[in-house]
């Protein structure tokens, strides 16, 4: 992930953090010779723009190329990119704004939800598991709400195919206090000692397992709080075990940078990158963001979802959408990517062995298969179940 001190191998400790290598990291800038396809770079942030890249996303060579820019950027650039306009249908982020409301209010009255892994409890309102309570609550907004090619191919220009979705709702009111700087999941969630005890290339893989979004459900001017990130900063090696330094706490305020954002628009960067959610200094801006936390097909996922249950809900209203042509391939295979598990593993291989190949079938591929051949609602249900069982230990 880059270089601070040259370090090869060993281990991360006090006594290898310097601040200094750490400055001169996120002073570099951006240049545009190498983001071709951006539309500008606000703030050493690369900003793109979902129509202008429209035929790029439809053509797969051209697709991958973009891709591959935008990997670039995620591993040894910014660290951070914009995609403006990656959910372009805002009737169906209303819809989802609604029912994360309610999700809310329920919870408020009731033992879940609540807590923040950066910020004082109570000074803002979340929904863990926010994907799978769309699913189950409102499946076709669901499908809308998840259909983006352009999100999608983020996601996969990152963490490549099979990617497993989570996802958490982030609810600041006027007022809310920001988040203090910080480094995410995997090795930004164990304490510094703990992370010292993994060794120098563990900390440089951790990054590569998952990828942070934030989806901007209103309009969101900087006032408001948006994520406040420091570009370059995912290059820093040893900042698992620097960023809850105070000198690197001071560093991260006086050089961070925020960027505002519309209804629709999407935020992608490294879980390496130093960042922390904006204090909201509005008077009337009640900030809710749909925070993506999407992992590698070979890595764990913070959350448990019943995936299964996703599919069911979704199978219906999705078989419609496809037979009534209101989704393209590409949005059916993002809608897929968002609700099913993609990878054959882990299973059980003496009643789930590899056929015609070295892995048994996903869950991902026979959702697809039977979306595609609009098979009945039962029989969906009934090998969905048998693919669960054969999987099971």
Sequence with gaps: MGAGRKIEAGYYHEDRIDLEDFAALISRRVDINDIPNAVSAPNNIPVYDTASIADQLADTDKRRELMAEWARILHSGAGVLVVKG??????????????????????????SGGGDHFAVAGS???????????????PDTFIRYFSSVAVDAVC?????????????????????QAQQAHRDYHLGFQSVEASSYYPAHVHDLSPLL???AGIAHDEMPVGSGPTKLLPFSQLYRPGYVAWRRDDFRACFEEHHVQLALSKGDVVFFSPALFHA????????????????????????????????KMCKAVYPPLCAAWQGNQLTEAQLDAVIAATAEGYAFATNLDRDPPINGLAPE?????????????HNRSDFFHQLDQQAIRRKA
């Design 86 to 111: 990656a959910q372009p249908d805002h009737q169906a982020i209303d819809e989802a704004t609604a029912i994360y409301h309610q999700i809310i209010a329920r919870e408020k009255n009731g033992d």
């Design 362 to 374: 996903s869950q991902q591929a026979l959702l697809k298969a039977h979306v595609l051949a609009q």
């Design 210 to 212: 998952t990828l942070q």
């Design 124 to 138: 803002n309102d979340r929904i863990w598991n926010s994907l799978q309570k769309l699913c189950e609550a409102a």
């Design 156 to 176: 996969e220009a990152w963490l490549g195919p099979n990617y497993q979705m989570t996802a958490q709702v982030n609810l600041v009111h006027p007022g809310g």
């Design 277 to 308: 959610a904006g204090e909201n200094k509005s008077s009337d801006i009640h900030r809710l963001v749909n925070l993506l936390q999407v992992s590698s097909a070979f890595g764990r996922a913070m959350e448990s979802i019943d995936r299964v």
